[in-house]
């Protein structure tokens, strides 16, 4: 769901390596939004890679995932429907500490050695009941929480 040109742009502004693929959800239509399929934190990410229908893709991000030492834990489609994908890794405001953000429902679809991973992984666990989000919104707990990386106001020059 994007230009193939503006994605290799924004790349190459940023200095990013671009991994691009497609990905499908069980009935083989085009996945909505990455974050059902993917969510990468600097030691764990979370991948569904039977979303992924080219061997060559799904090789290309399971290599691009793990290559910086980044523990991998792929996730079924049954897994994925589930709100697996849609978990997010944040940080306390010094950086010092990382808490793993995921709902209720994609916590109850890890099994116990995936979960186990996922808690070596960061520092806490916040698992958020939100199936009024999830019955009715079409998201879960990555949806409600927004990412920013910008420097601090103070050393903006603010």
Known sequence: RTSALALERFGAALGYT??????????????????????????????????VPSEAERGSVRAALAAPGRVVIEITFEQMCAFAGNVLVVSSADGARSVLVLSETAASAFDAAQMAELKRAVDSVAVLRIPTIESYGGGSARCMVAEVFL?????RGH
């Open 18 to 51: 671009v991994v691009s693929f497609s990905a499908v959800d069980v009935a083989g239509a085009a996945v909505y939004h990455t974050n059902v399929v993917l969510s990468v934190s600097d030691a764990v990410a979370v991948f569904c890679a039977e979303s």
């Open 151 to 155: 420097p601090r106001s103070s050393e």
